[in-house]
């Protein structure tokens, strides 16, 4: 049976769409995303999977009960950052104090270190090379920030579709797990998240990461908002102006389309392929040892 990477952004939906509307109240826990974590934790146990948790310092921070209960199911705990800020908009100062925090935050409730990274909006490019230096000064081992996907800037040139082992230009050694893409007339077709099972029926999905050449990724990805049984809605304070509502109507809308179809798509998936956690491969490959790519300042794999 084909293996594939399983793994959760830990992020709480409303959370992040309060802040970017600006509410004062946008870190107060809510209801909706303790539901959503008990629904997804519960579903990989049906499923019998262990996945990888990127965990949001700040969600983190307001809901340190579920983050718990995710390390204590056996899940395998990594890092998200802190504040959700993508990393082409920090300056490297701002995303060593952002990745720090988040790394204080998560160990002091798990009491586990995370070693391993993912980008908010897979966010390193060409332009942020030095945040491999940062999270190889912060005792980071692997990361998955990469996507090949054109809705990302600036992306990194050269990316391998197979996972690799590369040396920063500070001279660490890291290991890369690129997002899972399907070739279709020689382009690469992003296949690998909530955001495309949403649109692709699943046999399609299953088709394409069947179809994948020898050794290519399989890392894949989901939020609990994707998997929770509910509808997303952003809840406003009482007297929110109509521009508030109107914003955190058009929020909802672009959500809830085709977000039932995730669920059923990882149910379909977790039939015929082995899922499991980014830290079970990164120790297979380092067993392995593989001769590390080099990372170039101007931003190509070579």
């Given amino acids: 049976m084909n293996t594939l990477l399983m793994s959760v952004d830990f992020e709480d939906w409303h959370q992040i769409v309060h802040r970017r509307l600006g509410l004062a109240d946008w870190h107060r826990p809510g209801p909706a995303l303790r539901r959503q974590s008990r629904e997804t934790l519960d579903m990989l146990d049906r499923l019998g999977v262990r996945a990888t948790f990127f965990i949001l310092g700040m969600t983190a921070d307001a809901y340190p009960r579920e983050v718990e209960e995710i390390a204590a199911r056996g899940h395998e705990i990594a890092s998200h950052g802190y504040a959700h800020y993508r990393v082409f908009d920090q300056s490297p100062d701002e995303f060593h104090a952002d990745i720090a925090k988040s790394v204080e935050v998560i160990e002091g409730i798990t009491g586990v270190r995370p070693v391993g990274y993912r980008a908010p909006a897979f966010s390193i490019n060409r332009r942020t090379v030095w945040a491999y230096e940062v999270l190889a000064d912060l005792g980071f081992l692997w990361d998955s920030s990469q996507n090949d996907s054109p809705r990302i800037p600036n992306r990194i040139q050269g990316i391998p579709e197979t996972p690799y082992a590369f040396t920063e230009p500070g001279g660490a050694e890291m290991w890369e797990f690129p997002l899972a893409v399907a ?15 949403r649109v692709l029926p699943r046999r399609m999905v299953a088709s394409a990461l069947r179809g994948r050449a020898p050794g290519a990724s ?34 909802g809308l672009k959500a809830n389309p085709g977000r039932r179809r995730v669920a ?39």
Wanted: aromatic content about 10%; hydrophobic content about 30%; some cysteine.
């Fill in 183 to 197: 070739q279709v007339r020689g382009r690469a077709v992003p296949v690998a998240g909530g955001s495309y099972w």
């Fill in 218 to 251: 399989g890392a894949l990805y989901t939020h609990p908002y994707e998997l929770g049984s509910r509808g997303l809605r952003a809840d406003l304070p009482p007297g929110a102006s109509a521009r508030l509502r109107l914003n955190g109507l058009a929020r």
């Fill in 264 to 302: 059923k798509c990882l149910r379909y998936l977790a039939r015929d392929f082995r899922l499991t956690t980014y830290g079970e491969a990164f120790d297979e490959h380092q067993r392995h040892g593989q001769r590390p790519r080099s990372l170039s300042r101007e931003g190509s794999i070579v």
